[in-house]
C-alpha cells in the first residue's frame, strides 16, 4: 500500500511538473496517459528526443547542450511540480489518475473517460449516488422553482447533487443543495485554477464549504471553450446515475448532457409543470428513451421522490409513452 501510495505522489508531481512547460496541453498529456506511460517516468528518461518526441515540443538548445544542463533541466522541472503538488495538499486539492483504486469506477466505463480528475473539497462525494440536476443558463421562474422542488425531494434521500456551476439552473441547483444540506458537485468546463463564469468564486467556496466538491479534467490555467463544455457535459452524465435536465432545448448545450446520459444509458428523468408542456419537443424526446421519465408536478411527486430514491427498483414504472400505448392496447 505504502509503494502504491508513493508511486501516485510521484505521478502527481510529474503531472504538474510537465504543465509547466510552454507549449505542453491537455490533448498531449491525455494521450500520454491514455497509452499508459508514466509521467514520472517520462521525466526520469535519460532520451532527450525521447522525451521531447512525447511532448512534441523541441527544447531550448541551452537544454540539450550537454548531459549536466539536461539533468539540471529536469531537476529544475521536478521542483515546480513539488512546489505545486505541496500547494495543492494545502489547498484541498487532490488528484485522482484513471488507474488509481480512487478514481471513480463509473467514469471508467465511458468512451474516452478522463486520464486524470482534480478534486477539490471532499471528493468522498464522488463515490455517492448522486443526481445531476442541469439546465437553461436564462431561466424563467418556473425553471427556477422546478430545480428548487428536485433538490428539496432529494434531501435526506442520502443523495449528491451534480451540476456545471453556470449561470441559471445550475447555479441554482448548488445553491439549493447547499440549503437543503445535500452535498453538490461542481464538474468545471475549466482548469481547476479559472473562476468561471466571473463572480461564482464565492458560490465555489460555499460548494466546498458545506461537504461538496470541484472536479475538472482540464489542465491547471487551461481556458474555456465551446469545445470544452461540451466535453465536461460526459463527466456529469456519468457520474450521475439520473440526469434531470430543467428548461432545456434539442439545440443547446444541456442536450450534449442528455445525449451523453442516453449514450449511457443511464436515467433521464424530466418534471413538468403544465399540461401543455407534454406538447414540447424535449419532454417527448425524453419520454421516447427507454429508460426516460416524465412526472407531472404537484400531480406526481410523490411518484417522482420515489424514482429519484429507487430508480432501478421504479423500472417498471411505464414512460408517457408506454402509458399512452397501454390505454390504446386496454
Known amino acids: 500500500m505504502g509503494k502504491e501510495q508513493d508511486y501516485w505522489k510521484a505521478e502527481t508531481v510529474a503531472f504538474l511538473a510537465l504543465q509547466s512547460i510552454r507549449g505542453v496541453g491537455f490533448k498531449t498529456l491525455y494521450k500520454i496517459a491514455a497509452q499508459k506511460i508514466s509521467f514520472r517516468e517520462l521525466i526520469k528518461t535519460d532520451n532527450v528526443y525521447y522525451f521531447e518526441k512525447m511532448l512534441r515540443q523541441k527544447l531550448d538548445d541551452s537544454i540539450t547542450e550537454s548531459n549536466e544542463s539536461w539533468m539540471q533541466f529536469k531537476l529544475d522541472l521536478w521542483d515546480k511540480g513539488l512546489v505545486l503538488a505541496r500547494d495543492y495538499i494545502k489547498r484541498n486539492i487532490r488528484i485522482f489518475f484513471y488507474d488509481q483504486d480512487l478514481f471513480p ?17 471532499n471528493y468522498m462525494t464522488l463515490y455517492q449516488p448522486s443526481v445531476a440536476i442541469i439546465g437553461s ?3 424563467t421562474e418556473d425553471g427556477l422553482w422546478l430545480t428548487k422542488f428536485i433538490v428539496a425531494a432529494i434531501a435526506n434521500q442520502g443523495l449528491t447533487s451534480v451540476s456545471g456551476l453556470a449561470e441559471g439552473i445550475d447555479q441554482k441547483a448548488h445553491i439549493e443543495s447547499i440549503r437543503f444540506n445535500v452535498p453538490t458537485i461542481a464538474v468545471l468546463g475549466t482548469g481547476i485554477e479559472n473562476n468561471y463564469p466571473r463572480g461564482s468564486e464565492n458560490l465555489r467556496m460555499q460548494i466546498v464549504a458545506n461537504g461538496g466538491a470541484i472536479v475538472t479534467e482540464y489542465l491547471i490555467n487551461q481556458s474555456y471553450s465551446a469545445y470544452n463544455f461540451v466535453r465536461r457535459n460526459r463527466i456529469q452524465a456519468s457520474l450521475a446515475q439520473i440526469t434531470i435536465p430543467v428548461e432545456w432545448k434539442i439545440k443547446s448545450g444541456t442536450a450534449h448532457t442528455v445525449n451523453f446520459t442516453k449514450d449511457y444509458d443511464r436515467f433521464l428523468v424530466m418534471p413538468y409543470l403544465h399540461q401543455s408542456d407534454l406538447e414540447n419537443a424535449e419532454i417527448k424526446a425524453i419520454s421516447a428513451y427507454r429508460r426516460g421519465r416524465v412526472f ?3 400531480d406526481q411527486s410523490s411518484d417522482l421522490i420515489m424514482f429519484l430514491k429507487q430508480p432501478e427498483e421504479s423500472e417498471l414504472i411505464p414512460t408517457q409513452a408506454e402509458q399512452g400505448q397501454l390505454s390504446m392496447d386496454l
Do not use: C, Y
Not at 471508467?108 to 477539490?120: A, R, S, T, Y
Open 137 to 139: 443558463r436564462k431561466a
Open 296 to 298: 407531472s408536478v404537484p
Open 105 to 121: 469506477q463509473q467514469l471508467k466505463n465511458i468512451p474516452e473517460p478522463p486520464m486524470w480528475l482534480f478534486v477539490e473539497g
